[in-house]
C-alpha cells in the first residue's frame, strides 16, 4: 500500500500543474495526492490502469497468503526469488517514470517514440494484468509468490496453462512493459524489458527445478508448451 501512494505521488508530482501545492506534513500529502487523483480532470486512462495494475498485485498478495497458510509444504526451495521479482516489480515502475522526469539527463528524456505508442502500451499493460489475474484464479491455491510445493498439490495443464508454463509471469511482464511504452521513453522500456526477462528467467530456472523433481510428467508437459509467449519463447 505504501509502495502504491508513493508511486501514485510521485506520478502526480511528474504531471501535476504548477498551481497544485501540497501540504508539508506527509500525511496531508499523501491524502491530497489520492483525492486530486479521484477528482481531477486531466486524470487519464494511463493512470486508472496504473491504479489497477498496483491494486491487482495487492490483491494477488493478500489472495495467495490466505491460500498458503492453508497448505502443508514439502519443499520451500525459493532461494530469496519472490524478493527478486517484489525488487524488479519496484523498480520498473520507478525507473518507467524517472526516464521522463525533470531528474533525468535531456539526452535520455527526449529518447521518446511517437504519440500513438502511448495507447499501445495501455492496451498492452491491460492485457497483462488480465492475463495475471486469470492465470491467478487458474492455479487457485497451487499459486503462490515464493516457489513451494504442498502435498495435495497437482500439476495444473488446463485453461492458458495448456499453451503456457507461466502465463502469470507472462502478464507481469507484459504490464511492466505497457507501462514503459505509454510513457514512451525508450532507454525506460529497454532497461524494462532486459531487467524483467533476466529476474524472471532466474525464477522460472528455480521453479521449473522444483517442479521437475515433484512431478514426473513435467519434462513431457514442458516439450508441449512455451515458456512464457506462445511460439515465440
Known amino acids: ?65 490466505s491460500k498458503q497458510n492453508r497448505t502443508e509444504k514439502i519443499d520451500t526451495r525459493d532461494l530469496g526469488t519472490k524478493w527478486l521479482l517484489y525488487l524488479n516489480f ?12 525533470q531528474k533525468a539527463p535531456f539526452c535520455i528524456r527526449e529518447l521518446t517514440l511517437p504519440a500513438y505508442f502511448a495507447k499501445i502500451g495501455m492496451l498492452i499493460t491491460a492485457v497483462g494484468i488480465c492475463i495475471r489475474i486469470k492465470a491467478v484464479l487458474t492455479l487457485k491455491k497451487a499459486f503462490t509468490l515464493n516457489v513451494q510445493i504442498s502435498k495435495e498439490q497437482q500439476l495444473i495443464t488446463n485453461g492458458m496453462y495448456k499453451f503456457v508454463r507461466h502465463p502469470a509471469y507472462t502478464g507481469s511482464i507484459l504490464s511492466l512493459l505497457g507501462v514503459s511504452i505509454a510513457l514512451k521513453n525508450i532507454p525506460a522500456i529497454l532497461i524494462v524489458a532486459i531487467c524483467s526477462f533476466v529476474c524472471y528467467q532466474i525464477r522460472i530456472n ?10 514426473k510428467e513435467y519434462n513431457l508437459y514442458k516439450e508441449k508448451t512455451y515458456k512464457l509467449f506462445p511460439y515465440i519463447y
Open 1 to 65: 500500500v505504501a509502495i502504491t501512494v508513493v508511486l501514485l505521488s510521485w506520478n502526480f508530482n511528474i504531471m501535476m500543474p504548477p498551481f497544485v501545492v501540497f501540504p508539508t506534513k506527509r500525511i496531508a500529502y499523501f491524502v491530497e495526492v489520492s483525492l486530486y487523483f479521484i477528482l481531477s480532470s486531466t486524470t487519464s486512462i494511463f493512470n486508472v490502469l496504473l491504479m489497477c495494475l498496483l491494486i491487482s498485485e495487492i490483491f494477488i498478495f493478500f489472495y495467495t497468503r
Open 90 to 101: 519496484v523498480f520498473c515502475l520507478i525507473i518507467s517514470f524517472l526516464c521522463i522526469s
Open 206 to 215: 528455480v521453479e521449473e527445478a522444483v517442479l521437475q523433481k515433484y512431478f
